[in-house]
């Protein structure tokens, strides 16, 4: 854990249950997508983070209060496989201090 104000932790599921404890910046305008594949999790972000694929769909398992699905992002995942309530796009959760303690599970592929 981080001292700096600027970083907040997120816990993220890896496909075989693995979990993995990230450090990510605030200042950066980063998103989950981006944060995995820093940390090389199998999130492939084909798009580049514009809500186009959903090869960063992930389940968010904590409590935290997100902002609403866009229409671009409520349309991808229309087309998603194995798409839950708890479903969102990891290019679409930004890191910021809010999101501090975050928990998600990467979805499967397919």
Request: net charge negative; charged share 30%; with cysteine.
């Amino acid at each position: 854990m981080s001292n700096d104000p600027n970083i907040i932790t997120i816990i993220v599921i890896d496909r075989e249950g693995e979990r993995h404890e990230l450090e990510g910046p605030t200042d950066m305008n980063m998103n989950m997508m981006e944060l995995c594949k820093s940390y090389d999790l199998p999130v492939e972000g084909t798009c580049g983070g514009m809500a186009m694929c959903a090869s960063c769909h992930m389940y968010v398992k904590s409590d935290h209060e997100l902002p609403d699905r866009s229409d671009d992002e409520e349309d991808m995942l229309d087309e998603a496989f194995n798409v839950e309530d708890n479903s969102r796009l990891g290019c679409q959760i930004q890191l910021r201090n809010e999101v501090d303690g975050l928990e998600v599970k990467l979805a499967p592929v397919g």
